[in-house]
């Protein structure tokens, strides 16, 4: 059987539209021809009947006027009466009116006068008809009608006559002289012969309706027979129609879509892989789609042949790739044992060469020794390189996640340049924006090691490629809110600089400018590489720009995570008027333009817009003695120690010599050694300065301007009313009602207020709160402490119920609450709360507090003690201030009995012991407290999740958030603080976040645990071991400086050991003591650094 061919299909599909169209015009002709023929047909039955209604209405009419005519004997009837038969018979124009009936009766009424128009058409009665197709019968009886009128008309014309006197009645003749006889004429038309043959007229008319009404119906009925046969007919050619577009839809269908399906299916199948797939006869259809078929699968062979083949291919370079990534890591793992290995005899080199060169020495032996050194330590830095690379290749490094301070890291890695740069006669420069380290807590959450190298190498580069002008280092916040900041940090100099083209490379490992650059500078190429890689871990990207001979800019930005989360307010605050500094002058005296720029800068950041600025030392000498003789001397005074003209000793001097006053907020600034500075010149001007080293920093400037200032840059109180107080211990004596259901944080809270003879007591909830108030007057208490999470009422209803008893309107509520949130906040404010204290919080947040509500404490006990108040015990709020300032620089340092707190993996015990007040055994007594509390938790949150006791979920998560914040579990926290979420939710998931909540918890409580069991161990420092004068922050500052020389290979680290081993045995086990000592003998510093990691303390 021949197949279609989607050639022809259209022909024939246009062939059968044709004949579709032309038999359905036909039959819509024929319809309307048949619709046509039968409002014609109604057209003139109703012509014909309405022209015979009329002839009957006009014979009335003529009987109608003869009467009048005879009663009356008026001649217009009679004249009205002629010119109807005149219009009759043909012989006068039709009237030009749409009724003739209504036309006749207004003219015999004499509402209109009747008028005959001069030109119209003049048919009879019969021609009319005649034109209106009356057939032969119909004309008959129209003629009978007129004999009949005719006869009627004779006896018509006598009463007519006889009225006149034309008609002699005895004689019954026509006369010309008789007298007019009306009741002759009205015999004549009220006689019984007229009414008979006026009868047989109305019989003749009648007859003739019925004729003119049975034709016309007939015909009407004709036509709409023939328009009902012609619609059928219609209606058949329609059905005829719906077949054939059936018929059509099915040929579409079976030799076209379904064979198109057919290909599209199989083609999806192809493009998913499934390359076995055929059509095969499946498209029985048109030629040329079994054609494409055919092909379709044609190429679904090849294709399956081609991938086959490729498989095979593929396999051998999966065998060949991971050859390859087996010999990148053997490599990789190669270059870092290799270089560890060779950094250890490196460390022994360059250990004996630091302790020949410290013995005695020949000139020459000196010099061999002081170049072979330098070599070494060369050497070793590219060894350091290529280990951070191979780490990085390896993928062994990883970034670690610590709180650190952005102003330090800038701080340390200016000062590992610092010396360098002194003796190239390089400025230094230093500008932080938008970060006022000096005024808030910027603590940052990242990996200040890796952020202190991309910096260090950076600044490396810049100080080595500048011979001449600066090396700035910039920090600009970019973007910020309470959880997270992003800074952006610029690195730029004034040296050789680079053109595009080897900027294009710079980025890439073992690359440099070009290969003159390796020769002149050295270097590996590394550490641009390295440093991109630590930024891209970081989350950030690293860019440069540069122009020859004018210098090079580079730029990264990251994202840091803030460790206390900063309320929106006081970032978006940027106002610096509310600050000390703002009514003081300040004069810098510097030389070098863009240093002298940057302090400008930093002053006005303090809020100082009084500054005056000056190159030399004369000018400076004269800007200060003007500034005296005009009784407007300087608040501060910047003084670079090197200047053109005279140093600042000579300054110094001569304004001493001169007798002029040397302003008190004098500072040398300087970029050699501060001790070498301070030991040049033992004058009296010099002892009255102090120093600073270049480049200034934010925080070490603004602390040493404003701790010799006697306003707190922070008000505690803005009221100015007088209480009666002792000045010595504005704190002493205060009432405080803590509502605390958490037995570890009512023993925070008393133990710190308690500190400070602050009178505590406690409510385990809102129920014992509010019979504890009604126990004493609405005064006893000065503030109530107020948890929000208890049994029986919470703090929300607590104060509701409190705020509903007007005496204790006046009571301060102060919230402690674990979250976060403005919303819980803020619903607290409404509810008559007047503050919060975030848990976890440290003593001096606490202690803020209430002093900021002392004032109404102190009322309250003046109402108590009115009789004792007097002139002499009135105290100030500037009092208040200073002694609450008193209390916040409080660290709480241990006594002798004290012991010194190792760290903990998990536990931030630096911060956990700030929140107790630095008291150690009672923060030891809380971690065993906590251990007790919490060590069957994991049995508690499992039954409850299978009982679905959401209130015990809910309930153990926020106690263990708020504890786990409180002693500084910092992983600890957030993982309860994410189960509490949800479990208030009630998410069906839950059981899915609570392995993670118990990763973090067991953990934590095997360490106390274990902590709990060795309680001589190593872990602890005898109290009689621990000097009176031992400083553990200074201790572990110097720990995590020695951390860093070890990283660096700097044999510093030898002498650094010597100095402070007393020390740090007092915070290392002493396993670890002696393992690190060990390897300090050999010059193995990568293992030292290993050991002295806490999570090896315990191997």
């Known amino acids: 059987?021949?197949?279609?061919?989607?050639?022809?299909?259209?022909?024939?599909?246009?062939?059968?539209?044709?004949?579709?169209?032309?038999?359905?015009?036909?039959?819509?002709?024929?319809?309307?021809?048949?619709?046509?023929?039968?409002?014609?047909?109604?057209?003139?039955?109703?012509?014909?009947?309405?022209?015979?209604?009329?002839?009957?209405?006009?014979?009335?009419?003529?009987?109608?006027?003869?009467?009048?005519?005879?009663?009356?004997?008026?001649?217009?009837?009679?004249?009205?009466?002629?010119?109807?038969?005149?219009?009759?018979?043909?012989?006068?124009?039709?009237?030009?009116?749409?009724?003739?009936?209504?036309?006749?009766?207004?003219?015999?009424?004499?509402?209109?006068?009747?008028?005959?128009?001069?030109?119209?058409?003049?048919?009879?009665?019969?021609?009319?008809?005649?034109?209106?197709?009356?057939?032969?019968?119909?004309?008959?009886?129209l003629d009978h009608i007129l004999t009949v009128s005719e006869s009627l008309k004779e006896i018509e014309q006598i009463a007519f006559a006889a009225t006149q006197g034309l008609y002699d009645p005895k004689q019954k003749k026509f006369v010309s002289d008789a007298n007019p006889d009306y009741t002759f004429a009205q015999h004549q038309i009220g006689s019984r012969e007229y009414n008979q043959r006026r009868l047989r007229l109305s019989e003749a008319i009648e007859q003739l309706l019925r004729l003119v009404d049975q034709r016309t119906n007939n015909e009407l009925n004709r036509a709409r027979q023939q328009l009902l046969?012609?619609?059928?007919?219609?209606?058949?050619?329609?059905?005829?129609?719906?077949?054939?577009?059936?018929?059509?839809?099915?040929?579409?269908?079976?030799?076209?879509?379904?064979?198109?399906?057919?290909?599209?299916?199989?083609?999806?199948?192809?493009?998913?892989?499934?390359?076995?797939?055929?059509?095969?006869?499946?498209?029985?259809?048109?030629?040329?789609?079994?054609?494409?078929?055919?092909?379709?699968?044609?190429?679904?062979?090849?294709?399956?042949?081609?991938?086959?083949?490729?498989?095979?291919?593929?396999?051998?370079?999966?065998?060949?790739?991971?050859?390859?990534?087996?010999?990148?890591?053997?490599?990789?793992?190669?270059?870092?044992?290799?270089?560890?290995?060779?950094?250890?005899?490196?460390?022994?080199?360059?250990?004996?060469?630091?302790?020949?060169?410290?013995?005695?020495?020949?000139v020459q032996q000196h010099d061999y020794l002081t170049k072979a050194q330098a070599a070494a330590k060369s050497l070793l830095g590219i060894l350091n390189d290529i280990l951070d690379f191979s780490k990085v290749e390896a993928g062994r490094l990883k970034l670690d996640n610590a709180p650190f301070q952005l102003e330090q890291v800038m701080s340390e890695s200016l000062l590992l340049v610092q010396q360098t740069a002194q003796e190239k006669n390089i400025e230094l420069l230093c500008e932080i924006n938008g970060l006022r380290s000096w005024q808030e807590k910027n603590t940052v959450m990242g990996d200040a090691l890796r952020l202190r190298q991309v910096l260090t190498n950076l600044l490396s580069n810049a100080v080595k490629f500048t011979h001449i002008g600066h090396v700035r280092l910039m920090l600009n916040v970019i973007a910020e809110d309470a959880q997270m900041i992003t800074v952006c940090f610029r690195i730029e100099d004034t040296g050789i600089g680079m053109s595009p083209e080897q900027t294009t490379h710079l980025f890439e490992e073992f690359t440099q400018a070009d290969i003159s650059t390796t020769r002149k500078y050295g270097g590996t190429g590394l550490g641009l590489a390295i440093s991109r890689r630590f930024v891209i871990m970081m989350g950030g990207d690293i860019s440069a720009t540069s122009q020859v001979g004018q210098g090079s800019s580079f730029t990264f930005s990251i994202q840091l995570q803030r460790l206390y989360p900063t309320p929106l307010s006081t970032i978006n605050d940027c106002d610096n008027t509310?600050?000390?500094?703002?009514?003081?002058?300040?004069?810098?005296?510097?030389?070098?333009?863009?240093?002298?720029?940057?302090?400008?800068?930093?002053?006005?950041?303090?809020?100082?817009?009084?500054?005056?600025?000056?190159?030399?030392?004369?000018?400076?000498?004269?800007?200060?003695?003007?500034?005296?003789?005009?009784?407007?001397?300087?608040?501060?005074?910047?003084?670079?120690?090197?200047?053109?003209?005279?140093?600042?000793?000579?300054?110094?001097?001569?304004?001493?010599?001169?007798?002029?006053?040397?302003?008190?907020?004098?500072?040398?600034?300087?970029?050699?050694?501060?001790?070498?500075?301070?030991?040049?010149?033992?004058?009296?001007?010099?002892?009255?300065?102090?120093?600073?080293?270049?480049?200034?920093?934010?925080?070490?400037?603004?602390?040493?301007?404003?701790?010799?200032?006697?306003?707190?840059?922070?008000?505690?109180?803005?009221?100015?009313?007088?209480?009666?107080?002792?000045?010595?211990?504005?704190?002493?004596g205060m009432r405080v009602l803590l509502v605390e259901d958490n037995l570890l944080n009512q023993q925070i809270a008393t133990e710190l207020m308690s500190a400070h003879q602050i009178q505590v007591d406690i409510a385990n909830h809102g129920g014992e709160a509010m019979t504890q108030l009604a126990a004493h007057s609405p005064e006893y208490y000065g503030l109530v402490l107020m948890d929000l999470q208890m049994p029986v009422l919470d703090g929300y209803q607590t104060t509701v119920q409190i705020r509903l008893d007007e005496r204790y309107s006046h009571l301060p509520i102060i919230a402690m609450t674990a979250h976060a949130l403005t919303e819980e906040r803020e619903h607290g404010l409404t509810l008559g709360m007047q503050d919060y204290l975030i848990k976890p919080f440290e003593p001096n947040e606490l202690y803020e507090v209430l002093s900021r509500y002392l004032l109404h404490d102190k009322?309250?006990?003046?109402?108590?003690?009115?009789?004792?108040?007097?002139?002499?015990?009135?105290?100030?709020?500037?009092?208040?201030?200073?002694?609450?300032?008193?209390?916040?620089?409080?660290?709480?340092?241990?006594?002798?009995?004290?012991?010194?707190?190792?760290?903990?993996?998990?536990?931030?015990?630096?911060?956990?012991?700030?929140?107790?007040?630095?008291?150690?055994?009672?923060?030891?007594?809380?971690?065993?407290?906590?251990?007790?509390?919490?060590?069957?938790?994991?049995?508690?949150?499992?039954?409850?999740?299978?009982?679905?006791?959401?209130?015990?979920?809910?309930?153990?998560?926020?106690?263990?958030?708020?504890?786990?914040?409180?002693?500084?579990m910092v992983h600890l926290a957030p993982a309860a603080t994410a189960f509490e979420q949800t479990a208030k939710t009630r998410a069906l998931d839950i059981a899915h976040h609570l392995p993670s909540l118990l990763a973090q918890l067991q953990p934590v409580l095997e360490q106390l645990q274990h902590l709990a069991a060795i309680e001589n161990s190593t872990l602890m420092i005898s109290a009689s071991d621990v000097s009176p004068i031992f400083d553990m922050t200074a201790t572990q500052s110097d720990l995590r400086y020695f951390c860093q020389l070890l990283a660096e290979g700097d044999v510093e680290a030898i002498d650094m050991w010597i100095r402070h081993a007393d020390a740090f045995a007092r915070i290392l086990p002493f396993a670890t003591m002696q393992r690190v000592k060990r390897a300090l003998d050999s010059f193995d510093f990568d293992t030292a650094l290993i050991l002295l990691k806490p999570a090896s303390w315990n191997k």
């Open 1 to 141: 059987m021949n197949q279609l061919k989607l050639s022809r299909l259209p022909i024939v599909f246009a062939i059968m539209l044709l004949l579709m169209l032309n038999i359905n015009g036909g039959f819509a002709w024929f319809v309307w021809q048949s619709h046509t023929f039968l409002d014609a047909a109604l057209e003139h039955r109703q012509q014909a009947l309405l022209l015979v209604r009329q002839l009957r209405q006009e014979s009335e009419l003529l009987a109608r006027l003869v009467g009048l005519y005879a009663n009356l004997g008026e001649t217009r009837f009679l004249l009205y009466y002629y010119d109807i038969l005149g219009i009759r018979e043909g012989e006068k124009p039709t009237l030009a009116v749409r009724n003739p009936t209504i036309y006749w009766e207004k003219v015999i009424a004499g509402d209109l006068e009747h008028q005959l128009p001069t030109h119209g058409d003049q048919q009879s009665l019969r021609e009319r008809m005649r034109h209106l197709g009356f057939n032969k019968t119909e004309l008959a009886a």
């Open 229 to 362: 046969n012609w619609t059928l007919v219609s209606s058949l050619g329609v059905l005829v129609m719906i077949l054939l577009i059936g018929a059509q839809s099915y040929m579409i269908n079976h030799y076209i879509l379904r064979p198109i399906r057919t290909l599209r299916i199989v083609a999806d199948q192809l493009a998913t892989g499934h390359y076995k797939t055929r059509i095969g006869n499946s498209t029985n259809g048109a030629e040329e789609l079994a054609i494409l078929g055919n092909v379709l699968d044609k190429m679904a062979t090849a294709i399956e042949n081609d991938i086959a083949q490729r498989e095979i291919v593929q396999r051998e370079l999966e065998v060949a790739r991971l050859n390859a990534e087996a010999a990148t890591q053997a490599k990789s793992r190669f270059l870092a044992n290799m270089s560890h290995e060779i950094r250890t005899p490196m460390n022994a080199v360059i250990g004996m060469l630091h302790l020949a060169l410290n013995t005695e020495l020949t």
């Open 859 to 968: 009322a309250n006990q003046h109402h108590d003690n009115s009789d004792v108040g007097s002139a002499n015990n009135v105290v100030t709020t500037n009092e208040v201030s200073h002694t609450c300032s008193t209390l916040l620089n409080d660290n709480f340092t241990p006594n002798d009995n004290s012991i010194p707190l190792l760290m903990i993996e998990g536990i931030d015990t630096q911060a956990g012991l700030a929140r107790v007040g630095g008291n150690i055994r009672f923060y030891q007594h809380m971690l065993d407290s906590f251990y007790t509390q919490f060590k069957d938790a994991q049995i508690t949150l499992t039954t409850a999740l299978a009982q679905d006791d959401w209130n015990t979920l809910i309930t153990t998560a926020h106690t263990l958030k708020g504890l786990a914040g409180t002693l500084g």
């Open 578 to 732: 509310n600050t000390p500094l703002l009514s003081w002058r300040a004069l810098i005296v510097d030389n070098y333009p863009e240093s002298q720029k940057g302090s400008l800068r930093l002053l006005q950041q303090f809020g100082i817009t009084q500054l005056e600025t000056c190159a030399t030392g004369q000018a400076a000498i004269e800007l200060i003695r003007t500034a005296q003789v005009h009784r407007q001397p300087y608040d501060v005074v910047l003084l670079d120690w090197v200047m053109p003209d005279m140093d600042a000793d000579v300054v110094l001097t001569t304004l001493y010599a001169s007798q002029i006053k040397i302003p008190d907020h004098t500072i040398i600034v300087t970029a050699y050694d501060l001790e070498n500075v301070r030991g040049y010149n033992k004058t009296a001007p010099l002892a009255q300065v102090s120093f600073l080293s270049k480049p200034l920093m934010p925080t070490a400037l603004y602390h040493y301007l404003t701790q010799s200032h006697e306003k707190s840059f922070y008000p505690v109180a803005s009221n100015n009313q007088l209480f009666n107080s002792d000045t010595g211990a504005a704190l002493h």
